[in-house]
């Protein structure tokens, strides 16, 4: 059985703003970097790692308020079920993976994807909430859309959700260039797209790591800390 979005633009806005609430409490600063956002009106499938119960509302967050892009995203039927909003944001969900039922929603997205501009497929391909230093195994229904909608970037985003000199932590994102996909098996694609986003978490891990972060800038800033407060107080904030 397949779950239909029910998109509302007047609630995706009032969640966006809400989401962003969240975001300011929870985090100190979200940083961006990597590639630029292919300029394009057309349809884009974002890749994502899934390694926080935050991760969606991340997603809402980059779509609607930093890429501007019309977005839709794909849930587990039993979640949407118990949070029904995700509807109205423009989530769908399958309620089994028999073939039949992966079939359908592919037509389904394939038409979401082509039936209006700049809109963005957000895919979580782990197909579950996993830790965040697990091999990243991709499901095939990504790779099986991006074979139906051909002329669609790929775009992989790494998220790490990071504690370091503040009391809250800071969530990073980097974009990753589009993945040039051809007509090549599922299997292979498949491949490409976990190697292609494990490039990009890879490369932020080592960011992090020597802190060579001068690329990623801030997209939101969230509540000061107390040791924000007191070195603004000293005037020794950086």
Request: glycine share 8%; charged share 25%.
């Amino acid at each position: 059985m397949l779950l239909e979005a029910r998109k509302s633009a007047p609630l995706e806005r009032l969640y966006a703003w809400y989401g962003r609430r969240l975001l300011r409490r929870a985090f100190v600063r979200v940083r961006a970097g990597g590639a630029a956002w292919p300029q394009t009106t057309g349809p884009t499938i974002a890749l994502l790692n899934h390694s926080a119960w935050w991760d969606p509302i991340v997603a809402l967050f980059l779509s609607h308020d930093l890429f501007r892009r019309d977005g839709y995203g794909i849930m587990d039927a039993t979640q949407l079920d118990r949070y029904p909003f995700f509807r109205r944001i423009g989530c769908f969900g399958l309620s089994d993976n028999r073939l039949d039922t992966v079939r359908q929603a592919s037509r389904y997205a394939e038409g979401l994807l082509r039936g209006g501009r700049s809109r963005t497929l957000w895919i979580f391909p782990q197909g579950a909430l996993l830790p965040a230093r697990v091999p990243l195994r991709f499901r095939s229904g990504a790779a099986r859309l991006a074979r139906a909608v051909p002329e669609a970037p790929v775009i992989p985003l790494a998220l790490r959700y990071v504690l370091r000199t503040d009391q809250r932590p800071e969530l990073f994102v980097r974009v990753g260039p589009p993945i040039e996909h051809r007509d090549e098996p599922v299997t292979t694609l498949t491949r490409r797209f976990e190697n292609a986003l494990g490039a990009e978490l890879a490369q932020l891990d080592g960011d992090l790591e020597r802190d060579i972060l001068g690329d990623y800038r801030t997209v939101l800033t969230g509540r000061a800390s107390v040791s924000g407060l007191y070195d603004g107080l000293r005037g020794t904030r950086d």
